[in-house]
């Protein structure tokens, strides 16, 4: 089945510990993304990535990390994460940038 | 700067009562408009991709059509499974702009 699956879906943190949210993709897609939604913000793109080895800031992009070394996996770095960062996380792929988006079931954070 | 304006907010239709949801764009070079359905707490879901003014798709009891200034999701006899959050985004030349969204209520 054709998805993109996230790991954890949800989580609590304290604030500064370093995390790591996995993304994953199994279409071969090009394109990768990350967003966070706040109520009454919508959706926010943090980073995205064209390929392998190439990756750009979004709109909010401060206080996040990613990678990209494999085509499949772009995952979300929270070095020192605070209050400020809990929010609902969507990662999501497309074949390029001119086409839909898959997104993930979501992720959870909670940073006391 | 590229824009996208979503209307109204909310919208709460009885069933099968018929009505339109607006997305209004200012772009530089659009590359790509898109229309997404997201329930509460889950991921957005793919509905339409339209490139060009004039361009229409349609799904079910979802019509979505493109002018150079705006789009338009039109659904026809709603059921309550068509109760969600419509989602209008555009990729412009530069960038991706995802609007508000309209909260769309449909009452059996």
């Known amino acids: 089945e054709a998805q993109v699956t996230q790991n954890p879906r949800y989580l609590i943190t304290v604030t500064g510990k370093k995390l790591t949210v996995t993304c994953s993709q199994n279409m071969n897609h090009e394109y990768m993304s990350w967003y966070r939604q706040d109520p009454g913000l919508g959706l926010r793109q943090i980073y995205y990535?064209?390929?392998?080895?190439?990756?750009d800031k979004g709109d909010v992009p401060e206080g996040y990390k990613v990678s990209r070394k494999e085509k499949r996996n772009f995952p979300l770095i929270l070095e020192s994460p605070s209050p400020n960062q809990t929010s609902l996380y969507f990662c999501?792929?497309?074949?390029?940038?001119?086409?839909?988006?898959?997104f993930g079931p979501g992720t959870r954070l909670t940073v006391t | 700067e590229d824009q996208v304006t979503q209307s109204p907010e909310a919208l709460r239709l009885q069933e099968g009562e018929s009505s339109s949801l607006n997305c209004s764009y200012t772009v530089s070079g659009l590359r790509g408009l898109f229309w997404y359905r997201q329930d509460p707490g889950k991921g957005p879901e793919f509905l339409f991709t339209l490139y060009s003014a004039g361009e229409e798709k349609e799904k079910e009891r979802l019509k979505a059509t493109l002018t150079k200034k705006e789009s338009f999701l039109h659904i026809t006899a709603p059921k309550p499974e068509d109760s969600a959050t419509y989602l209008c985004?555009?990729?412009?030349?530069?960038?991706?702009?995802f609007g508000q969204g309209t909260r769309l209520t449909i009452n059996p």
């Open positions: 990535s064209m390929n392998v080895e190439v990756t």
């Open positions: 985004v555009i990729q412009g030349a530069q960038k991706l702009v």
């Open positions: 999501a792929s497309s074949l390029n940038r001119d086409h839909e988006q898959y």
